[in-house]
């Protein structure tokens, strides 16, 4: 399959992306690394009028620590994300994470703010950056803005930011000193669209938990999270983060088997949480 007739425009910055945005008008659509984007468009499941490439703006790629949070560009690959020596040391659950993430051609184009920004809800860094507590920066018609990751996912495939604005980077918390993480990730072959999944953080009477996979997006189990400061068991907080959660079948598993797999994958992360001590 080919894609239908469209135009193509390059940013030279954010800023010059949201112009051009408001000079193309409907239709158009941002381009990050394309690896979702162009795939619809060649099964003609998505169509655009305009593209507006970022590929070029080097302002929003790039990993760096600015006081007590680690900032990551929007237009930084995942491969670039998983090969950082910082992201690796302060950040460790994303690492462990990407080696679940897709395939080597896929992370070499493929963008972390474009796979947070589509919201697939088979995805792993959305979950882990509601793990981290993140938050997304946007810039946009009405200037630039920041949204909490708790705030940023709405539905299938819906996110909070509005028409033209643009994802430009991420800030995430560092871990506090003796924070422990885990992550675990059920899927038919190595680099498949994940079956379900399921990232955690945890500092002293503090939890955020995020499962993958489950339902229309990425969620947090809070009551889960509650059962866990509260001193429940690993097995009790699987209870009740089946018994809570808004399950959501697809063609990988049946919502049953969803449900289920949440379970043992709740068990098995905080069973692992003591191996799995951030710096």
């Known amino acids: 399959m080919k894609p239908g007739a469209f135009g193509y425009r390059r940013a030279e910055s954010a800023e010059d992306a949201v112009r051009l945005f408001l ?29 507006i490439d970022l590929t070029r703006i080097e302002s929003l790629k790039g990993i760096e620590q600015r006081g007590n949070a680690i900032h990551i560009g929007a237009l930084t690959t995942h491969a ?18 990407y080696v679940h993430v897709a395939h080597p051609a896929i992370r070499n184009r493929g963008t972390i703010g474009g ?28 200037g630039k803005r ?3 990751i708790d705030d940023f996912y709405l539905g299938l495939y819906e996110t909070a930011l509005e028409e033209g604005e643009l994802l430009t980077g991420i800030e995430i918390p560092l871990p506090a000193e003796g924070a422990r993480h ?12 994940a079956m379900a999944g399921l990232a955690v953080m945890t500092t002293g009477r503090r939890a955020r938990m995020a499962y993958f ?16 400061v509260s001193g429940a068991s690993p097995a009790e907080c699987a209870e009740v983060a089946t018994r809570e959660m808004y399950v959501f079948g697809d063609l990988n598993a049946s ?15 905080l069973l692992s949480l003591d191996g799995g001590a951030s710096a």
Do not use: W
Request: glycine share 8%; net charge neutral; with cysteine.
């Open 80 to 97: 670039s994300v998983a090969r950082s020596s910082l992201v690796r040391k302060r950040l460790p659950l994303i690492a462990e994470a």
């Open 255 to 269: 919502e049953n088997m969803k449900r289920h797999l949440a379970g043992v994958l709740m068990r098995r992360v």
């Open 23 to 51: 000079e193309v008008g409907e239709g158009a659509q941002y381009l990050a690394g394309g690896q979702s984007l162009m795939a619809t468009l060649n099964f003609r499941v998505s169509e655009a009028g305009t593209l």
């Open 182 to 193: 885990g992550f675990e990730e059920i899927a038919r072959r190595h680099g498949d669209y």
């Open 115 to 142: 796979s947070i920004a589509l919201g697939d809800p088979a995805s792993e860094m959305p979950a882990c950056m509601l793990a981290l507590d993140a938050v997304i920066h946007a810039n946009g018609p009405a």
């Open 213 to 228: 996979a489950i339902s229309d997006r990425a969620l947090r189990s809070t009551a889960a999270e509650d059962a866990f």
């Open 146 to 148: 920041s949204i909490p």
